[in-house]
């Protein structure tokens, strides 16, 4: 069975890379490819669906049901395309020196791939402790999908005992990863002809001394002591990403938004972070617009949250990890994931290791590497080894 696996792993993979699951798009083909795939092999699973009825995560138990097991994560959705300047078809899998090409092999259909071909293996292993697969949607988008999943982890009467989230990270083991807030900020201004441009409010004028204030802060940040040398970036960061407004050159512009974002080491910190900013805008932007009209001031919005994952480097579940991966370092990573959402919702513990680089994720000709593939589809064997103990 193990010789068979790197084929497994090759046809799973071209199968679910075929289907374009990019995040204003319906999974639902997916998962019900995965369903009879199980259903093949005997083995039921879980469907949470979401309010539009367009999209599901799949939880599925492999062993006993009557004790706490180990979880695998990973998300079915992909990045877009459009735009990237593709050399062939990025939902056909293309295999060239020792590399599998398609959009997602890397994030993150590789290790689903992986999980789903090592099925066979833990259904021959007589497990005494259960293996979960936990199949989400939209994490590309701000780990959506897996939230309705882990709610219903949360009400279960046993609950895992740890998460592997596999993400791509050469098998490395990830015991930390910054959390991230990200907000959207509307300036309402008062529109009026350039000639007279005193009697307007201009909006993006008004916007500009924001994004000056988070550049600011986004250098006391850098400059904080507290810093973490485990992540390549080794303190928290602070940006504006997105500026809209205006209409004409002769229009004191009437709106300008602004989308900026911090990503904190603390568990809290990106919210705190924003919070504050958004405290300052309100108590030094906000009057000042308002004093030139009543009707002009800042609306803002929350478009993306999740926590910082922090799991101490000596928790079981990181021993675990190391364990199946061969190795005994590990690291932390900028890049956010499901994993600290498993922690904070349903309160597993969990790490994030998985096949692949994060330097290939969401670009043009993205691909994994074989070899990585076959080292993933190890750490699920040796995890079915310590299972069926």
């Known amino acids: ?231 390549d970036v080794p303190h928290s960061t602070l940006l504006t990403s997105i500026v809209h407004g205006g209409a004409a050159l002769n229009i004191v512009p009437d709106q300008c938004i602004v989308e900026f974002e911090c990503r904190g080491i603390g568990i809290t910190e990106s919210r705190e972070v924003t919070d504050a900013i958004i405290a300052w805008a309100k108590a030094e932007i906000e009057p000042a617009m308002r004093k030139r009209h009543p009707d002009c001031g800042i609306d803002f919005e929350e478009i993306l949250d999740y926590p910082a994952l922090d799991t101490a480097a000596d928790a079981a579940i990181v021993t675990l990890a190391k364990q199946f991966a061969g190795r005994n370092d590990h690291a932390k990573v900028a890049f956010g994931t499901e994993a600290s959402l498993f922690v904070s919702m349903a309160d597993v513990p969990s790490v994030v290791v998985g096949p692949g680089s994060i330097a290939q994720a969401h670009t043009p000709d993205e691909f994994v590497e074989m070899s990585q593939l076959e080292a993933c589809g190890d750490f699920v064997a040796r995890l079915i080894a310590h299972c069926a103990k």
């Open 1 to 231: 069975m193990q010789n068979q696996r790197p084929d497994r792993i090759r046809k799973l993979l071209a199968d679910l890379v075929a289907f374009d699951t990019v995040s204003d798009r319906s999974n639902l083909p997916l998962i019900d490819y995965i369903e009879r795939y199980l259903a093949s092999l005997g083995v039921g699973s879980q469907r949470i669906v979401d309010d539009t009825g367009q999209k599901s995560s799949l939880w599925v138990t492999i062993g006993p049901e009557d004790r706490a097991g180990l979880a695998l994560s990973g998300h079915t959705d992909v990045v877009p395309v459009a735009g990237q300047v593709w050399t062939h078809n990025p939902f056909e899998l293309v295999e060239r020196d020792g590399r599998l090409y398609g959009r997602g092999t890397t994030d993150m259909k590789g290790f689903v791939a992986v999980c789903l071909a090592m099925v066979p293996e833990m259904l021959a292993a007589d497990l005494k402790t259960p293996i979960n697969l936990a199949i989400s949607y939209d994490e590309e988008i701000g780990c959506v999908g897996v939230r309705p999943m882990l709610r219903e982890v949360a009400r279960k009467p046993i609950r895992p005992l740890g998460c592997f989230v596999g993400e791509p990270t050469q098998m490395q083991v990830i015991i930390g990863h910054k959390g991230k807030h990200g907000v959207r900020a509307t300036f309402r201004g008062l529109a009026r002809h350039s000639s007279i441009a005193p009697d307007g409010v201009n909006a993006i004028e008004y916007a500009a001394d924001l994004i000056t204030e988070i550049r600011r802060r986004a250098e006391q940040l850098a400059a904080k002591r507290e810093h973490d040398s485990l992540y």
